[in-house]
């Protein structure tokens, strides 16, 4: 082999190594480049073991899709749950006429919103039906649920909507200043979160009567393959802890009656301790609510956990 072919073989070896470590800084590059992108430091939650389960026998309450049960009857437009839009009249305005302008908002907003006229002596709730003069308005958009917070978006709305019903009426508006009506809300959707809970107590045995029932009693009694469940919703019940009294007691007489045992979620039989421990949480929950000026229960309760 002669120096100029040995040179050529050198030379292309060379070049061939050349591009095998420019292939390879390549490479490193686009997977740090990658990991920038989508690397995390957390450890992926559905490769790592799952979290410990949270003590059943007080569970998150219902969901508004679960349950829908309406406005309380008497219920008023309060600002501690809803912005509320004050019109005022120079004259007195006819209740039908305002029912009138208000459908739209009815057909927009639906439940969330409530009406309420004032005749000169007293506010009541407008409706289909009423009768009468109105010497003064509000207009509330309920701003929390069990489902959370309104937008801004629909805030800005419901105002703008009620300034031109206003307009319409040849009334004078005094509004909220919007964003601390909505630092407001978000505060009152934590006490909601915080909260929002429901004690469930299982009466579990094979002899339990097909019609075991408990009446008059404002707990709620569903069947199960296996037993009864006892559940208490604890912000829409007033004094909760009278009532969760009651349940235990009907819980302990139909395991007696049954030969059944009364357990929590994870068929833990429940104690004197453990039932002592749920009633603390529920003065605790009442506690809070009160601190919020809400009373458990009361038409107030029950519009902002629906």
Known sequence: MSDLQLGLIVIGALLVAGVLLHNRLQEGAARREAERAF????????????????????????????????VPAGALPDARLDYVVELSFPHQVPAAEVLELWKPLEHRFAKRILLAGFDGRSWMRLGAGNAGQCTALRAGLQLVTRAGVASETEVIGFRSEVETLGARLGASVAAPEIREAMEAARELDRVCAATD?????HVVGAQI????????????????????????DVPRTPEPGRHYEAMVRAGRQLASSSNA?????????????????????????RGMLAASGIEPGSPLALRLFS
């Open 197 to 201: 809970i429901q004690v469930a107590l």
């Open 39 to 70: 690397g995390s430091r957390h450890a992926d939650v559905l490769l790592g073991e799952p979290a410990a389960r949270r003590e059943p026998t007080l569970e998150a309450g219902p969901g508004r899709s679960d349950r829908d049960p309406g």
């Open 209 to 232: 009567e097909e019609n075991a029932s408990v009446p008059g009693e404002l707990f709620q009694v569903s069947r199960r393959d296996d037993g009864l469940t006892l559940t208490l």
């Open 261 to 285: 045992r009364l357990v929590d979620d994870n068929g833990r039989e429940l104690d004197e301790r453990a039932l002592a421990a749920i009633a603390a949480e529920l003065e605790s929950v």
